[in-house]
């Protein structure tokens, strides 16, 4: 897998109801962020958790990280049909020179009316 | 305003064509990045620059190249552009967290270039 890898690549759900998205990596980061991109669209940067953080929310958005498993998640909460969307983890590794963010190749999350 | 914005937001070009995409910022960030987009293989770091004498490349720069003008503008260009190089292409902007990394990457709204 690559650093940065998306789980599952689809979600349909209704709306009101949760939706989760999973993000594994392969080596350690300094911190990890969370897209979305509307269809053709640029990306909007969701949230970023740190390393030394375990949990962070930002309204209806619940990030979670897990540094020793290599993986994060992000829960949508309470789904509306405008959160519609395909949504890419990045994770932001190395410094300097060496600083790189590499994006997974998203979920694309559906939410029906 | 938007702060990121990419011109031209779309075009057509031959193979062979020269093309340049530019990008201008009102973010006062220091980085800038360039990436491409292709259906299923996510975004692809094309170059960046860390500051208006700091230029590198992605992991895809082969056919590519860049120039930081200013702090506030980034142009790519396709000195020989090619069909593989039809893509959705994102111009973005970030700065360093006091604490170390980057606070968060704001993206243009993309240019679709395609190549006959």
């Known amino acids: 897998s690559q650093q940065g890898e998306e789980d599952p690549q689809a979600l349909s759900i209704q709306e009101g109801e949760n939706a989760t998205m999973n993000c594994s990596y392969k080596?350690?980061?300094?911190?990890l962020q969370w897209y979305r991109q509307n269809s053709g669209r640029g990306l909007v940067h969701l949230i970023l958790?740190?390393?030394?953080?375990r949990e962070k929310h930002s309204g209806r958005l619940r990030v979670t990280l897990d540094t020793s498993k290599k993986s994060s998640s992000l829960l949508i909460t309470a789904s509306r049909a405008a959160d519609t969307a395909s949504y890419f983890c990045?994770?932001?590794?190395?410094?300097?020179?060496?600083?790189?963010?590499?994006f997974g190749k998203g979920t694309l999350l559906t939410v029906n009316p | 305003d938007a702060d990121v914005t990419q011109t031209p937001r779309n075009r057509i070009t031959k193979t062979g064509k020269r093309i340049m995409l530019e990008c201008s910022q009102t973010?006062?960030?220091?980085?800038m990045y360039w990436y491409r987009q292709d259906p299923g293989l996510g975004l692809r770091l094309i170059y960046y620059?860390?500051?208006?004498?700091?230029?590198n490349k992605g992991e895809i720069s082969d056919g590519y190249s860049v120039s930081r003008q200013a702090q506030a503008k980034f142009s790519l260009s396709l000195e020989s552009a090619i069909p593989n190089q039809t893509a959705l292409y994102f111009c973005?902007?970030?700065?360093?967290?006091?604490?170390?990394?980057?606070?968060?990457?704001?993206f243009g709204p993309g240019t679709r270039l395609t190549v006959l």
């Open positions: 958790i740190r390393s030394n953080e």
């Open positions: 973010k006062g960030h220091d980085r």
């Open positions: 080596t350690s980061i300094n911190n």
């Open positions: 620059s860390f500051d208006v004498k700091d230029i």
């Open positions: 973005a902007t970030s700065d360093l967290l006091g604490t170390g990394g980057e606070i968060g990457q704001f």
């Open positions: 990045a994770t932001d590794v190395g410094g300097g020179s060496n600083y790189k963010l590499t």
